[in-house]
């Protein structure tokens, strides 16, 4: 890293076991999430001292034990810690480590040719057995720019840092401060970090070294697509055993993922046996391996991605409940509130899916429910949670993609005269659309029969998908109206008026449709 320059504007800072001088006008390398590292001295010559980003308010004081954990022993491939802890005249966590010679990603940086395979195989091996020597902590940010030059070996630093900072901040904190081109699937979903998660950084790490790049780019969002559901190229400049090493511990999901022993032994191995990339020995069988370590991480990575899929149309979904179940609640409301001395004074209608007034009751069912003829259904043609979504055998039709329906409808009980008329509520996206929204639909039918029910609903989210192609004996009785946000207070009004009318029994079929809403 250099040599420390002079400086006379420097700090005296006092951790757990002494004081030390930190020059903040001189860093070490460049900062990264969790901090950044400056020159530094103490009793025995120059250290590096590193500034965590956190203070002591953001952490609430919290006791900082990696410096203790890390300095009870002597590590072969970790980074020695020589002090930590809160210095309390400037309110900042701080790590003294001695200096070391430069970072991995100075060499990757600094490299004319790419990294021949056994020198990777080698610096692999140091950085998981490092891994391994430490095997009660999760390093949770691994990256080159922590794998160290120290004593002509490769170490690891920041250990515990991310952990630290996990327990004293939020989840959200902790993800903004991660290396994205290094940070696993389960990271991205905010889930808690394991050993698996320091041996997918590892993998990310081999790529590196091998093409001089990260496996995945681009920015924030398309990194962490990209880690969620891609497989990244296979190394073929590594030997068959360990480009199928590197391709398992990149699995998507953590607990497929091999162990550190198992990444050691296979390293081992491989440089023991001087296993060269394309070698024709005993290959064949493992460039068969090789090539099914691939497959089974490309099907991973697509279940992976249907499950993303279904997670994120499961909460559009539930997002798409609360907001009709609202509707629902306020339309029972004001029904109730100007109608309760003719249908009693019992709050508790307003929780169940008919109301009643005079010869009308109101059908409006906002339960989550499997059967399409009552409540609010799922729907999706890709088979949602491996069901149909409600499409059975049918194929999509339209542009619109329907997440959720249901349906309203007013039954007016006038003896002969009895009349139904319906109407479905779809959350929806249009083609085009910037967002998902609730919309009403009602149909006509242009055949013969009966049209005393007119307009009606739809039973089934398929033959609603196909009214919106325009290929159907099903006419819209009105375009796809909006219900909700600014549209809400017209919603609730128009069935308001519906229900008057059908209370006294003077509902009756429009004389024309389709008609305006």
Not at 363 to 375: E, I, K, P
Not at 425 to 433: C, D, M, R, V
């Amino acid at each position: 890293m250099g040599k420390p320059k002079t400086s006379e504007q420097t700090e005296t800072i006092s951790l757990n076991k002494q004081a030390w001088e930190i020059d903040t006008s001189s860093p070490l390398g460049r900062a990264g999430g969790f901090g950044e590292v400056f020159h530094g001295r103490g009793p025995d010559g120059s250290v590096a001292i590193k500034r965590l980003k956190i203070t002591a308010g953001e952490a609430a004081h919290r006791e900082m034990n990696i410096g203790n954990d890390l300095s009870s022993k002597e590590y072969d491939h970790v980074v020695p810690i020589l002090d930590s802890g809160l210095d309390a005249n400037s309110d900042r966590y701080y790590l003294v480590m001695p200096v070391c010679d430069g970072s991995l990603q100075d060499e990757i940086n600094s490299r004319k040719e790419p990294f021949e395979a056994e020198e990777v195989i080698g610096i692999l091996l140091e950085i998981l057995t490092g891994l391994e020597e430490v095997s009660h902590i999760t390093h949770r940010d691994l990256k080159p720019a922590n794998v160290l030059s120290h004593h002509n070996k490769w170490k690891l630093a920041d250990f515990g840092i991310a952990k630290f900072v996990e327990d004293s901040t939020s989840l959200e904190t902790l993800r903004t401060s991660l290396t994205p081109a290094y940070a696993a699937p389960e990271q991205w979903l905010l889930e808690r970090p394991s050993a698996a998660t320091d041996i997918y950084a590892a993998g990310c790490i081999a790529h590196t070294l091998i093409t001089g790049a990260p496996p995945f780019d681009g920015d924030f969002d398309t990194v962490r697509e990209k880690h969620l559901h891609e497989t990244p190229a296979s190394l073929s400049a590594l030997p068959a055993s360990v480009r199928s090493l590197v391709s398992i511990m990149l699995r998507k999901s953590p607990e497929t993922r091999p162990s550190r022993k198992r990444c050691i032994e296979v390293l081992q191995r491989s440089l023991a046996s001087g296993e060269k990339a394309g070698a024709n020995q005993r290959n064949n069988l493992m460039e068969a391996v090789n090539a099914i370590a691939v497959t089974q991480a490309q099907q991973e990575a697509a279940e992976n991605a249907e499950k993303e899929r279904v997670r994120r149309r499961d909460n559009i979904f539930n997002e798409a409940v609360s907001d009709l179940k609202r509707i629902k609640d306020r339309l029972f409301q004001e029904i109730f509130d100007h109608a309760r001395d003719v249908i009693g004074n019992d709050e508790r209608q307003l929780q169940l899916p008919r109301m009643t007034i005079g010869k009308a009751s109101l059908v409006f069912d906002t339960t989550v429910t499997s059967h399409s003829t009552r409540g609010i259904c799922k729907s999706d043609p890709q088979g949602w949670g491996g069901g149909d979504g409600g499409w059975g055998v049918h194929k999509k039709a339209s542009d619109w993609d329907i997440v959720a329906f249901t349906h309203i409808g007013i039954e007016q009980h006038n003896g002969p005269r009895s009349y139904l008329r319906s109407a479905n509520l779809i959350y929806a996206k249009p083609k085009g659309a910037d967002d998902y929204r609730w919309y009403e639909l009602s149909f006509f039918s242009i055949g013969t029969g009966s049209r005393k029910s007119e307009p009606y609903c739809l039973d089934y989210v398929w033959e609603i998908d196909k009214t919106l192609s325009a290929m159907d004996i099903n006419q819209h009785a009105h375009p796809p109206t909006p219900i909700d946000g600014e549209d809400e207070d017209n919603f609730i009004a128009y069935w308001i008026d519906v229900v008057s009318q059908a209370a006294t029994g003077n509902l009756v079929r429009p004389s024309r449709l389709p008609i305006e809403r």
